[in-house]
């Protein structure tokens, strides 16, 4: 299949910073734990899926429906080993990531390259849709990869960036679970083109797809 070449060089210039990422454990929930516990439920819509790029709103369900709690743009490794291919398989078949390697017995660990705040405006249509606010404002964004280990076998699966709503996590409270050392200017140097790619998908027309 043809790819996208600035796809695969955004994918380059992700896997090659996460070789200079801290690692950080991190025993705290999923995305998908977290929005549940705190809003009663969780539930995962993928609007976009292509050339190894996943753009998804984890969203809850309350009295004024749908709303987005974490707005997140997915880079998928292009390396499969077999041995995590059934679960690679089911999250392109719109599987939670986290949550599909955990039930099947996985490790999890983030390695965080960056974490911040994205101001949006009138022109983030699509992401002030889903989250229900009013531009401007300001938004929490955290930028990492998702490992993933068993058997002896680790992996670098994803990076992901997340956006989240203000009343699900702020830059404070990312910075309390995770450090406030990755917010700084060289991480930010690195997340640059990351964030290019995430702003852009604030502005695309929406899609059910």
Request: overall charge neutral.
């Amino acid at each position: 299949m043809h790819r996208n070449p600035q796809a695969r060089h955004l994918i380059t210039i992700i896997l090659l910073c996460f070789c200079a990422v801290s690692c950080v454990s991190d025993a705290v929930q999923l995305n998908s734990e977290r929005i549940s516990r705190k809003f009663g439920n969780y539930h995962l819509e993928i609007i976009e899926n292509k050339e190894n790029i996943r753009v998804s709103n984890l969203y809850s369900m309350g009295p004024a429906g749908k709303v987005c709690r974490t707005f997140a743009v997915v880079g998928l490794s292009e390396d499969i080993d077999t041995s995590f291919a059934a679960e690679h398989a089911t999250i392109l078949d719109g599987g939670s990531i986290g949550a599909v390697f955990r039930l099947n017995g996985w490790d999890i660990e983030k390695r965080h390259l960056y974490i911040g705040e994205l101001r949006i405006g009138s022109q983030a249509v699509r992401l002030t849709r889903l989250m229900h606010v009013n531009p401007p404002a300001r938004l929490a964004v955290h930028i990492y990869v998702l490992a993933i280990s068993k058997n002896g076998g680790s992996f670098d699966y994803a990076m992901l960036a997340e956006v989240h709503h203000p009343e699900y996590l702020t830059m404070t409270d990312l910075w309390s679970l995770y450090g406030s050392e990755f917010s700084g200017d060289e991480a930010r140097k690195d997340a640059s083109q990351i964030l290019h790619l995430v702003r852009g998908k604030f502005r695309d027309a929406w899609s059910s797809g």
